[in-house]
């Protein structure tokens, strides 16, 4: 997979683009390897993937992370259409904690986000039709398996769609606040 890989202004978070070889046919795009991921510094070993399409613009979903044992690295991409994706951090006593990314992601600009181990993740989608797919580094757990309201004032994310607008899961309409949330994730520094 040759990729290039970037930081975002969370630099554990990091976008990464899988070169496309095109010719009349079509193309082929190595999408992931473990060999190539690694010599970005990322060390995230994947044992699931997770595949969901989102038949509506404006489909909500997260934020959401699993807690430990079963916490999750997700190395996520769009195989059609295209999402604003965002990650944020939970760990207690980072500089950034409460603090969020965010980037569209999608199956033109063939990108893709590394959300690690410490951060909610969560994406609207802004086409119909939407497929995105993402590995785990670890499996599902129902009692690991938690959330962040989406639209919490004091993320100050600046989410593409109404709240009166956004398609939401019951699950996602009901989450805890920033300020309401327990404390997960420590921040072990660099």
Request: hydrophobic share 40%; proline share 4%; aromatic share 10%.
């Amino acid at each position: 997979m040759t990729a290039f890989c970037e930081s975002t202004a969370i630099p554990d978070v990091k976008i990464i683009r899988a070169t496309k070889h095109g010719d009349g046919r079509g193309f082929f795009s190595e999408t992931y390897s473990q060999k190539s991921l690694e010599a970005a510094g990322i060390e995230s070993v994947f044992v699931q993937d997770n595949h969901s399409l989102s038949a509506d613009k404006g489909t909500v979903r997260g934020l959401h992370f699993q807690t430990h044992p079963f916490a999750q690295d997700k190395f996520v991409r769009v195989a059609r259409g295209k999402i604003f994706d965002v990650a944020v951090d939970l760990r207690i006593g980072s500089p950034t904690y409460g603090k969020h990314v965010s980037a569209v992601i999608s199956a033109d600009e063939w990108n893709q986000i590394l959300v690690p181990v410490g951060f909610a993740h969560g994406l609207v989608t802004l086409e119909d039709n939407t497929e995105v797919l993402y590995k785990v580094s670890n499996f599902y757990s129902a009692d690991c398996d938690k959330g962040l309201l989406w639209n919490d004032p004091e993320l100050e994310i600046d989410w593409p769609i109404l709240a009166e607008d956004a398609i939401l899961s019951a699950k996602d309409k009901v989450q805890p606040r920033l300020t309401d949330l327990p404390r997960y994730f420590e921040y072990k520094g660099d």
